[in-house]
């Protein structure tokens, strides 16, 4: 079956650091790729998408590219502020959408 | 659009008693779905609807987890009895699903339920 595994965490930066969050799929067929950002107290929200080989989504200064070779869709970030912190979840959409486990992410000042 | 709206954001409940939990999608979206998220399970799918009919329930924990769509506009998630394991935060969400693409799912702010 389709799954997504996603690098584990908590993952603790200083403001302006780089930030990278890994994600693998497994899945038959081309199933569009999602990332979702958790903050405090909230429910999730879409954070950037891509639907075919090679698209890159961006927002927010955050960017992945849908990799169809290694199977993957990595999230990036190049300078992080505290408002980042959150938790970040890969996701594949087949027709629902399977979550990896989650990444918490923390920002210091 | 006011997005997808959940009641009540915090329920407190004593073991053994009655949950249910509401749930408004955004309009014209005719997917719905239930989460459940824990610290120790993570994000979890319990149900699904299409055009109000439940489609997968395989993630339903166990019989005394019941969902329903009556109309377009309102879900309910009722749990009774309840137990302490089933606090968590439950989440519902909504999407539109045209005949082709992607889509993506919008989530409401969640209940947190516990169960003392």
């Known amino acids: 079956g389709n799954s997504v595994t996603q690098m584990e965490g908590p993952v603790t930066l200083s403001e302006e650091a780089f930030l990278t969050i890994n994600c693998t799929y497994t899945a038959t067929g081309y199933p569009s790729l999602f990332w979702y950002v958790q903050y405090p107290g909230e429910g999730l929200q879409l954070l950037l998408k891509?639907?075919?080989?090679?698209d890159k989504g961006s927002n927010k200064g955050f960017e992945a590219t849908y990799r169809k070779e290694t199977t993957s869709f990595h999230l990036e970030k190049g300078s992080v502020q505290v408002s980042d912190s959150a938790v970040y979840f890969c996701a594949l959409n087949d027709y629902k959408l399977s979550f990896g486990a989650g990444t918490t992410v923390t920002v210091r000042a | 659009d006011a997005g997808v709206i959940q009641s009540p954001r915090h329920e407190v409940t004593e073991m053994g008693q009655e949950v249910t939990l509401r749930c408004k999608p955004i309009?014209?979206?005719?997917?719905l779905f239930w989460y459940r998220q824990t610290m120790m399970r993570g994000l979890e799918l319990l149900i699904y609807?299409?055009?109000?009919?439940?489609?997968?329930d395989s993630g339903m924990p166990e019989d005394r987890f019941s969902a329903k769509m009556p109309n377009a506009s309102f879900s309910t998630l009722k749990i009774q009895p309840s137990e302490p394991r089933d606090s968590a935060v439950y989440f519902c969400?909504?999407?539109?699903?045209?005949?082709?693409?992607?889509?993506?799912?919008?989530f409401g702010p969640g209940t947190r339920l516990t169960v003392t």
């Open positions: 609807f299409n055009n109000n009919v439940p489609i997968d």
């Open positions: 969400a909504s999407s539109f699903a045209p005949g082709t693409g992607p889509y993506e799912q919008y």
């Open positions: 891509a639907t075919k080989a090679d």
């Open positions: 309009s014209g979206h005719d997917y």
